[in-house]
């Protein structure tokens, strides 16, 4: 099955600065590489999506990449502001006959420092 | 538009006990999700719903987890009996279709702690 690292785990950066968090899949079929923020205690929150056939997708301060040859996909998020302080996951979703449950990376917490 | 409901939203049981959690997908999404989801770790997929038929269950631990949606709409899932390590929240998520990279949208989840 599909597997995907996340790096860092952590990531501090200054108010107004760039943050980039990193992912790689295994699984060569996956096409559907979603972000998701979460709040301590909150639900999971779908923030940009790319699929295999979009090298990048940028909406406002969030960008992604996805780069299919060497299986890895990456999150830039520019002009950072408190309220982007939150843990954030990649997944991969693999097809097969309708079969898309999302694997996820184990999350980087991102803390803007003021 | 309404999102993913879920409830309850905490539950407390103890080892060996029965649980059931409920959720009620957006309207007219045909594809459910449950995820498992341990402290300080990402979601973990357990069974994939398209309308009433499983899609996937290859994760779930069938020995005491069990899932239905009957009506192709609400879900339930049910742990018996329980032990320690199922302590985690247990999300309930939602997209229009399957099989071709579809949003999905979480609801906010049931806490559940078992002693």
Do not use: M
């Given at each position: 099955?599909?597997?995907?690292?996340?790096?860092?785990?952590?990531?501090?950066v200054?108010?107004?600065?760039?943050?980039?968090?990193?992912?790689?899949?295994?699984?060569?079929?996956?096409?559907?590489?979603?972000?998701?923020?979460?709040e301590?205690?909150?639900?999971?929150?779908?923030?940009i999506d790319?699929?295999?056939?979009?090298?990048?997708?940028?909406?406002?301060?969030?960008?992604?990449?996805?780069?299919?040859?060497a299986?890895?996909?990456?999150?830039?998020?520019?002009?950072?502001?408190?309220?982007?302080?939150?843990?954030?996951?990649?997944?991969?979703?693999?097809?097969?006959?309708?079969?898309?449950?999302?694997?996820?990376?184990?999350?980087?917490?991102?803390?803007?420092?003021? | 538009?309404?999102?993913?409901?879920?409830?309850?939203?905490?539950?407390?049981?103890?080892?060996?006990?029965?649980?059931?959690?409920?959720?009620?997908?957006?309207?007219?999404?045909?594809?459910?999700?449950?995820?498992?989801?341990?402290?300080?770790?990402?979601?973990?997929?357990?069974?994939?719903?398209?309308?009433?038929?499983?899609?996937?269950?290859?994760?779930?631990?069938k020995?005491?987890?069990?899932?239905?949606?009957?009506?192709?709409?609400?879900?339930?899932?049910?742990?018996?009996?329980?032990?320690?390590?199922?302590?985690?929240?247990?999300l309930?998520?939602?997209?229009?279709?399957?099989?071709?990279?579809?949003?999905?949208?979480?609801?906010?989840?049931?806490?559940?702690?078992?002693?």
């Open positions: 099955g599909e597997n995907v690292e996340q790096h860092p785990s952590t990531l501090s200054q108010e107004g600065d760039s943050a980039v968090i990193k992912c790689t899949y295994s699984d060569s079929a996956s096409n559907y590489f979603p972000w998701y923020k979460q301590l205690g909150k639900r999971p929150q779908l923030i790319i699929r295999s056939n979009v090298g990048e997708k940028k909406d406002q301060r969030i960008a992604v990449t996805l780069n299919k040859t299986k890895h996909f990456s999150l830039h998020i520019t002009e950072t502001q408190p309220e982007d302080s939150a843990v954030y996951f990649c997944a991969g979703g693999e097809p097969g006959g309708g079969a898309d449950g999302l694997t996820f990376g184990k999350g980087t917490h991102l803390i803007i420092q003021p | 538009e309404a999102g993913v409901a879920q409830s309850p939203r905490y539950k407390i049981i103890e080892k060996r006990q029965s649980v059931a959690f409920w959720c009620n997908p957006i309207s007219g999404h045909a594809t459910l999700y449950w995820y498992q989801q341990i402290l300080g770790q990402g979601p973990k997929l357990l069974i994939q719903f398209q309308n009433n038929g499983v899609v996937d269950d290859s994760q779930l631990p020995d005491r987890f069990s899932a239905e949606r009957l009506k192709g709409v609400d879900s339930t899932l049910k742990i018996q009996p329980a032990k320690l390590e199922d302590s985690a929240v247990y309930c998520a939602s997209s229009v279709l399957a099989g071709g990279g579809e949003a999905q949208y979480f609801g906010p989840g049931t806490r559940l702690t078992v002693t």
